[in-house]
């Protein structure tokens, strides 16, 4: 294993994902958010977006998050889906790079969708593969976002968090934790959120994700679709709570890809995700300063609300800001 130092200099607050209806927006406008997230398959190709792309990195550091290598290919990595990669790569010189852990790629023919691998030791040594062979290429260390489940496999040989864990400790990538996707998850699965974040190996997180779930109710009882397509839900904000309690600050992404709403919607959410991060810390260090009075996860809760409130950066949308649900803070803190 060769290891590659981390070279992101992502500065540990709210980015958001960003979307093409969005980019005349943003080039006119240069709001106040701390980065931008791309996905790396959109700028394979020399286009108009491509060189707004190039604009905006001057003012913002950018994230590239691929969604199309199918890491979990037994085959290995499409070597012109790579060597596209590499240079979009090389062109924008991101502050980071990630990738999914999936698959989508069987006999040359691309699934539009990010399908589950088995927890096995043998898929976990098919993808540790195909992550060292993108590290070594692009000569860097890549973050791997666990995916949202929606079924497991019987000779399954390991919890997700052991085969990140693994995965980490074989390849020396990083980790993307994707909290929504952690949610849907637990819920789908009848897994413990909690328990789930415990159990990763919180040094190698390098950023997190948020976004929005659909419910649907079936015969079997309501399933959680992690559709990017709404706000983040309340217990996904707690949940977000509990992250930054292990791990400690981290980039944080606002990601919405169906039903986009206004910019100003990324940017109120990216706003949130930024006062919740300061009460979480500002909780950490009364915890280590003894003279100062102790803070529960809800106090840290109540004031950042109160600070969404009184804050100019929302003022003239707080209306759309809700509070979080007090009780469902404490539940994931009990």
């Not at 550091?61 to 979990?72: F, Q």
């Amino acid at each position: 294993m060769t290891a590659f130092a981390q070279v992101s200099c992502l500065p540990a607050n709210a980015g958001i994902g960003l979307r093409h209806p969005h980019i005349a927006e943003m080039l006119e406008r240069r709001p106040s958010v701390g980065w931008l997230e791309v996905h790396a398959e959109n700028f394979m190709n020399d286009s108009a977006p491509a060189d707004d792309l190039e604009t905006l990195r001057s003012a913002y550091p950018i994230s590239l998050h691929g969604v199309g290598l199918s890491l979990g290919s037994a085959k290995g990595i499409c070597e012109t889906h790579l060597s596209r990669l590499q240079a979009v790569v090389e062109r924008y010189q991101p502050a980071q790079v990630s990738e999914h852990l999936s698959w989508s790629v069987h006999d040359g023919a691309y699934l539009n969708n990010l399908l589950p691998l088995p927890l096995t030791e043998e898929a976990l040594s098919v993808v540790a593969r195909n992550v060292e062979r993108l590290q070594e290429r692009l000569q860097r260390r890549v973050l791997i976002e666990n995916p949202s489940a929606y079924l497991d496999f019987k000779h399954a040989t390991m919890s997700e968090p052991e085969f990140l864990s693994a995965l980490v400790r074989r390849t020396g990538c990083g980790l993307l934790l994707d909290v929504n996707n952690v949610y849907v998850t637990a819920h789908n699965l009848g897994l413990d959120a909690l328990a789930y974040l415990r159990a990763l190996p919180a040094t190698a997180v390098g950023e997190i994700h948020l976004a929005g779930h659909r419910r649907i109710d079936g015969e079997g009882g309501p399933l959680l679709i992690d559709d990017h397509g709404s706000r983040v839900a309340r217990p996904v904000w707690a949940l977000y709570c509990a992250a930054l309690h292990m791990t400690g600050p981290q980039p944080t992404l606002i990601e919405w890809d169906s039903a986009l709403p206004p910019l100003t919607v990324l940017l109120e959410e990216a706003a949130r995700a930024d006062l919740l991060a300061d009460s979480v810390a500002s909780s950490n260090a009364a915890d280590r300063d003894e003279t100062t009075p102790a803070r529960t996860p809800a106090n840290c809760t109540t004031e950042c609300d109160r600070s969404v409130r009184s804050s100019p950066r929302t003022q003239t949308t707080q209306r759309h800001v809700q509070a979080l649900n007090l009780k469902e803070v404490r539940d994931v803190f009990a």
